[in-house]
Nanobody, 123 residues
Framework: LQLVESGGGLVQPGGSLRLSCAAS????????IGWFRQAPGKEREGLSC????????KYVDSVKGRFTISTDNAKNTVYLQMNMLKPEDTGIYYC?????????????????WGQGTQVTVSS
């Protein structure tokens, strides 16, 4: 079971990025997928999660209205569209999976993690 993130990079404040989390070895329908961020000098925080089995998404307040999580089941990929980026969005972004058939929870223990992708928001 593997998760691979991509799509990070350097972007100016107010810009956009779309992160991808490609899953292999399992089907998204049976798992909750979360996006997490590790900012420099800070603890890792959950940003958003999705449970496709029940059509549920969740966002932390700091990204509501700016970030959108979605899936492409045909590609077994989860996306995080990030708009109106701010310098404080800088960090390493990870996706993670938890076998779950109920609404996802950001504070839950996720079983599988990707290697992360760096996002830097700076002028």
């Amino acid at each position: 079971l593997q998760l691979v993130e991509s799509g990070g990079g350097l972007v100016q404040p107010g810009g956009s990025l779309r992160l991808s989390c490609a899953a292999s070895g399992f089907t998204l329908d049976y798992y909750a997928i979360g996006w997490f961020r590790q900012a420099p000098g800070k603890e890792r925080e959950g940003l958003s999660c999705i449970s496709t089995s029940v059509g549920y998404t969740k966002y932390v307040d700091s990204v509501k209205g700016r970030f959108t999580i979605s899936t492409d089941n045909a590609k077994n990929t989860v996306y995080l569209q990030m708009n109106m980026l701010k310098p404080e969005d800088t960090g390493i972004y990870y996706c993670a999976a938890q076998r779950r058939f109920s609404p996802c929870v950001l504070g839950a223990s996720y079983d599988y993690w990707g290697q992360g992708t760096q996002v830097t928001v700076s002028s």
